[in-house]
């Protein structure tokens, strides 16, 4: 019998792409050096995710590269990096287009029209959740609850702004709106915008 | 409906969130200058004697959490302050922390005194980002002004608050699990005991408390725990803020007493049902609890009476459905969240909620079998209690609460070989595949 076949020692696992050679710029290398402070020193393994949301903005994913950088930061093997990265629903392993549409499927959403909200922009971006457009400026992803559940369906676009109530009727005019004027179409979180007297969004009651 | 609020009071003015608004409108910080002044052991015999409980979802006495921080050790002591708000349901600790985060800073300062500890972190989930930059923004003006840092009024008492992002993980609001993702690890929840009040951050004592306990601590210490305990029935005293979303007219946060109904707060509060439809059933603490039926919702909104009526009031997310709610569906669509969810920490869970998941789905699909209706209770069964946390329970809530009050729902999908109740804002096909 065969002791070890070549199959056997096959995991499933997929190793993230190696991508180019990766540092901080000093920008960001300022700004982590900052952020570790927060943390007791002999504790800077805390500072992972802040590490890597830096990395992220600044390649737009997370390469294999890009981990090593980050371990090498953070003090720490570079597969308790990738063990991290792994587990994090916010961080891509893979390019991702320019506005990554965060549809919220959880109930809330759900009984006012998420489901339908996917299927729009499935159909009128041509992809399948999951995917993004052959021309890099959409990726199309369903997450779980969003917190916003009175403001339902909700997008989140990457992993900073908020657009808010959007009817599967409105999706067409919001992905032309989106196309055209960039982040200037999102509705952005209700909360968040100054509130005239008596006017816009209702924080509560 | 008499009831003043206190938390929400000013949040739909301008400039709710500033330093100065708050020092002028809600006598900021003048809860952290007394407090300063009192023994710390004051402090939590004070939150005892107001019976705050964990508006997180446990509902447990916040003061007999802090006593039990451990006193006589050299180490260093936190407070972890959970606003990783995540529960399917729940926006209330959104509107606290970007409305009037100086409320919650100062809860987290008058908390740190009183457990000896000199640090808060404040875990806000990733996807929060924009309530994170408010709240960072005000933390540096409460620097500024000294009500945070080094030797705050004088006293000799330092305290720093730092904001902590998460990365898009449900389990992070788990507290254990929240203390090893703030540790830079994956979120997974640890074996208790020991618990965080011995060894929790970085194996420190620690405590952990939700946004909107917090933000209750310094109305306490300023009005207190006697106002703060007469504004709701016994042992169910405080404000309480409401998160009312589905198929009701005008969803939204509302601040009340835990005196309020149920019914009160569908019909009165968010204005009752989207075209008047019939309500067929509530969920009354975010997606982890049983479903209530509308002839419960005389029920007053309290921890302590809800349970009694066979619910929880968790995190006080409530979400109304109408007729048009398919419950298998409904149960679908929740199990999927939790099998995303799951840590994959304890197999029954990680393993359980898939098969919930499928088993559902393929009811959902018109491809049920009668014994998949007994096989749904069998797999439930073998999550619930047999794993490391509370999540296990949670995600297992949905099949057993809508199979013990709608089986023939149940029935029905496999007598009629599909669903019978697809709703138009449903999608035209089952969605099964998640993103991830």
Redesign the interface.
Same mark, same amino acid.
């Given at each position: 019998m065969e002791y070890a076949p070549a199959k056997f020692h096959k995991s499933a696992r997929t190793l993230p792409e190696p991508g180019e050679a990766f540092a901080f710029t000093p920008e960001n290398q300022a700004k982590f050096d900052a952020y570790v402070t927060?943390y007791?020193p002999d504790?800077r393994?805390?500072? +992972?995710?802040?590490a *890597?949301?830096l990395a992220q903005g600044q390649q737009g994913y997370l390469t294999r590269a890009a981990m090593q950088h980050v371990a090498q930061q +953070?003090r720490?093997t570079p597969a308790e990096v990738e063990?991290?990265v792994s587990?994090?629903? $916010?961080?891509f392993t893979k390019p991702v287009g320019k506005y990554v549409l965060n549809v919220c499927?959880? *109930?809330?959403c /759900? *009984? !006012?029209?998420a489901?339908?909200v996917? =299927?729009e922009l499935s159909a009128v971006l041509g992809i399948k959740?999951?995917e993004t457009d052959p021309t890099g400026t959409f990726t !199309?992803?369903?997450? =779980? #609850?969003?917190?916003? #559940?009175?403001?339902?369906p909700v997008v $989140?676009i990457n992993?900073?702004?908020?657009h808010e109530r959007l009817a599967p009727e409105h999706v067409r005019r919001f992905v032309e709106d989106l196309r055209a004027r960039g982040k200037a179409a999102l509705s952005?979180?209700h909360?968040?915008k100054?509130?005239?007297?008596g006017g816009?969004g209702?924080? /509560?009651? | 409906m008499a009831y003043e609020r206190v938390l929400t009071k000013h949040v739909n003015e301008p400039h709710s969130y500033t330093l100065d608004f708050y020092l002028t409108q809600q006598r900021g910080y003048e809860a952290l200058r007394k407090a300063l002044t009192l023994d710390p052991n004051d402090i939590i015999e004070q939150v005892k004697a107001s019976g705050l409980r964990g508006r997180g979802g446990a509902g447990f006495p916040t003061g007999l959490k802090w006593q039990f921080v451990l006193k006589d050790t050299p180490k260093p002591k936190y407070i972890c302050c959970n606003a990783d708000e995540s529960e399917p349901g729940t926006f209330k600790d959104h509107v606290l922390m970007e409305r009037n985060p100086h409320l919650l800073i100062e809860g987290c300062a008058v908390a740190c005194y009183a457990i000896g500890a000199k640090v808060a972190y404040i875990y806000i989930r990733g996807e929060f980002y924009h309530v994170q930059q408010v709240l960072e923004a005000e933390i540096e003006n409460a620097y500024k002004a000294g009500y945070l840092g080094k030797n705050i009024f004088g006293s000799g008492f330092d305290c720093d608050v730092y904001v902590h992002r998460g990365a898009g993980a449900y389990e992070a609001g788990e507290e254990t699990a929240l203390i090893e993702s703030l540790e830079g690890k994956r979120a997974q929840p640890r074996i208790k005991p020991p618990f965080p009040a011995v060894a929790g951050l970085y194996q420190r004592p620690t405590a952990v408390n939700n946004v909107e306990t917090l933000c209750n601590v310094p109305l306490i210490v300023l009005y207190g725990s006697e106002w703060f305990a007469g504004l709701g029935p016994e042992k169910n005293g405080g404000p309480k803020l409401f998160c009312i979303s589905g198929h009701v007219k005008q969803p939204g946060v509302y601040e009340a007493s835990m005196h309020t109904t149920l019914r009160e707060l569908v019909f009165d509060y968010a204005g009752g049902m989207i075209d008047d439809r019939p309500l067929k059933a509530i969920i009354p603490g975010g997606s982890s609890v049983p479903l209530l039926l509308p002839d419960q919702l005389d029920t007053p909104a309290s921890f302590d009476a809800v349970q009694k009526a066979g619910s929880l009031l968790g995190s006080a997310g409530l979400i109304v459905m109408n007729d048009s709610v398919c419950m298998v569906w409904l149960a679908m669509n929740l199990l999927h969240f939790y099998r995303h969810e799951s840590c994959g920490k304890c197999t029954p869970c990680r393993e359980g909620t898939d098969w919930l998941f499928k088993l559902l789905g393929r009811l959902e699909a018109g491809e049920g079998r009668q014994k998949d209706l007994d096989l749904l209770y069998r797999v439930s069964n073998n999550i619930v209690g047999k794993t490391l946390c509370a999540f296990g329970d949670a995600a297992a809530t949905p099949v057993i609460s809508t199979m013990k009050l709608f089986r023939q729902e149940y029935e029905a999908h496999v007598r009629e070989g599909r669903c019978p109740l697809p709703a138009p804002w449903r999608a035209s096909r089952p969605l099964f595949a998640g993103a991830h």
């Amino acid at each position: 019998m065969e002791y070890a076949p070549a199959k056997f020692h096959k995991s499933a696992r997929t190793l993230p792409e190696p991508g180019e050679a990766f540092a901080f710029t000093p920008e960001n290398q300022a700004k982590f050096d900052a952020y570790v402070t927060r943390y007791p020193p002999d504790q800077r393994k805390s500072a +992972i995710l802040y590490a *890597l949301y830096l990395a992220q903005g600044q390649q737009g994913y997370l390469t294999r590269a890009a981990m090593q950088h980050v371990a090498q930061q +953070i003090r720490c093997t570079p597969a308790e990096v990738e063990d991290v990265v792994s587990y994090y629903t $916010m961080f891509f392993t893979k390019p991702v287009g320019k506005y990554v549409l965060n549809v919220c499927r959880t *109930l809330s959403c /759900a *009984l !006012l029209g998420a489901e339908r909200v996917t =299927e729009e922009l499935s159909a009128v971006l041509g992809i399948k959740p999951g995917e993004t457009d052959p021309t890099g400026t959409f990726t !199309l992803v369903e997450v =779980e #609850c969003l917190g916003a #559940c009175d403001r339902a369906p909700v997008v $989140m676009i990457n992993d900073t702004d908020w657009h808010e109530r959007l009817a599967p009727e409105h999706v067409r005019r919001f992905v032309e709106d989106l196309r055209a004027r960039g982040k200037a179409a999102l509705s952005g979180c209700h909360l968040h915008k100054e509130q005239g007297a008596g006017g816009g969004g209702q924080g /509560a009651r | 409906m008499a009831y003043e609020r206190v938390l929400t009071k000013h949040v739909n003015e301008p400039h709710s969130y500033t330093l100065d608004f708050y020092l002028t409108q809600q006598r900021g910080y003048e809860a952290l200058r007394k407090a300063l002044t009192l023994d710390p052991n004051d402090i939590i015999e004070q939150v005892k004697a107001s019976g705050l409980r964990g508006r997180g979802g446990a509902g447990f006495p916040t003061g007999l959490k802090w006593q039990f921080v451990l006193k006589d050790t050299p180490k260093p002591k936190y407070i972890c302050c959970n606003a990783d708000e995540s529960e399917p349901g729940t926006f209330k600790d959104h509107v606290l922390m970007e409305r009037n985060p100086h409320l919650l800073i100062e809860g987290c300062a008058v908390a740190c005194y009183a457990i000896g500890a000199k640090v808060a972190y404040i875990y806000i989930r990733g996807e929060f980002y924009h309530v994170q930059q408010v709240l960072e923004a005000e933390i540096e003006n409460a620097y500024k002004a000294g009500y945070l840092g080094k030797n705050i009024f004088g006293s000799g008492f330092d305290c720093d608050v730092y904001v902590h992002r998460g990365a898009g993980a449900y389990e992070a609001g788990e507290e254990t699990a929240l203390i090893e993702s703030l540790e830079g690890k994956r979120a997974q929840p640890r074996i208790k005991p020991p618990f965080p009040a011995v060894a929790g951050l970085y194996q420190r004592p620690t405590a952990v408390n939700n946004v909107e306990t917090l933000c209750n601590v310094p109305l306490i210490v300023l009005y207190g725990s006697e106002w703060f305990a007469g504004l709701g029935p016994e042992k169910n005293g405080g404000p309480k803020l409401f998160c009312i979303s589905g198929h009701v007219k005008q969803p939204g946060v509302y601040e009340a007493s835990m005196h309020t109904t149920l019914r009160e707060l569908v019909f009165d509060y968010a204005g009752g049902m989207i075209d008047d439809r019939p309500l067929k059933a509530i969920i009354p603490g975010g997606s982890s609890v049983p479903l209530l039926l509308p002839d419960q919702l005389d029920t007053p909104a309290s921890f302590d009476a809800v349970q009694k009526a066979g619910s929880l009031l968790g995190s006080a997310g409530l979400i109304v459905m109408n007729d048009s709610v398919c419950m298998v569906w409904l149960a679908m669509n929740l199990l999927h969240f939790y099998r995303h969810e799951s840590c994959g920490k304890c197999t029954p869970c990680r393993e359980g909620t898939d098969w919930l998941f499928k088993l559902l789905g393929r009811l959902e699909a018109g491809e049920g079998r009668q014994k998949d209706l007994d096989l749904l209770y069998r797999v439930s069964n073998n999550i619930v209690g047999k794993t490391l946390c509370a999540f296990g329970d949670a995600a297992a809530t949905p099949v057993i609460s809508t199979m013990k009050l709608f089986r023939q729902e149940y029935e029905a999908h496999v007598r009629e070989g599909r669903c019978p109740l697809p709703a138009p804002w449903r999608a035209s096909r089952p969605l099964f595949a998640g993103a991830h």
